[in-house]
Structure formats: C-alpha cells, structure tokens
Nanobody, 124 residues
Framework: QVQLVESGGGLVQAGGSLRLSCAASGRTFTGYAMGWFRQAPGKEREFVATIAWSGGSTGYADSVKGRFTISRDNAKNTVYLQMNNLKPEDTAVYYC?????????????????WGRGTQVTVSS
C-alpha cells in the first residue's frame, strides 16, 4: 500500500500562487508515476499534471500549461505542484495519485493510490 497526503491548499486571490505538496509513505516510492487531479463541485475529476518516476517526463492539461509546474523529490518521497497565475476556474479539491508504471497516465482510472485531497479556492 501507498499512503498519500496532500497539503498546501488554501484561499488565494486571482493571479496569486500556491504550492501543493503530496507526501508518500508505505511502499517504496521507486517506480511510481505521480499525478495531480482536481474536482470542482458538480464536475468530474479531471487531469492536471503527471510526472514520471525519474522526473524526466511530465504532462499537463492544456488549461494549466504555462502556469502550473509538477516536480518531485524522490529522496523525500514528495511530489509538488507549483501553481502560478491562479484563476477562479482553478477552484477545486486537488488530489495526488500514484501508480507503479513507466508511463505518465492522464486517465484517473490508471491510478491505484489516491490521497484525500486539499481544497484550493481562488477568489476573483
């Protein structure tokens, strides 16, 4: 089992920044791709960003490209999501997810392990 705990959410004005963290524990972090997803009220969970175990490959949703950056520190078993120039439409609960794969999946169904989420609210 892999346990994931997100942190760093909060309330921020439009144009502001937040940095989310996701700490993993349990099984070794080795070989796990990590993803960030979000879910707004009344909407389906959607892909935000993903990063390979090596950190050498990343993927982003079009809606966040150029504003969000995913990174990871394997020595700390932690993945980050730096969010800049936030918009009200970024308001959602943000979840991190883990899957032991060499790929960088964007489909939430590909991930076996999930955190409980952290709320991000962007005011206009």
């Amino acid at each position: 089992q892999v346990q994931l705990v997100e942190s760093g959410g909060g309330l921020v004005q439009a144009g502001g920044s937040l940095r989310l963290s996701c700490a993993a524990s349990g099984r070794t972090f080795t070989g796990y791709a990590m993803g960030w997803f979000r879910q707004a009220p009344g909407k389906e969970r959607e892909f935000v960003a993903t990063i390979a175990w090596s950190g050498g490959s990343t993927g982003y949703a079009d809606s966040v490209k150029g504003r969000f950056t995913i990174s990871r520190d394997n020595a700390k078993n932690t993945v980050y999501l730096q969010m800049n120039n936030l918009k009200p439409e970024d308001t959602a609960v943000y979840y991190c997810a883990a899957e032991r794969t060499v790929l960088i999946p964007a489909n939430p169904a590909a991930y076996d392990y999930w955190g409980r989420g952290t709320q991000v609210t962007v005011s206009s």
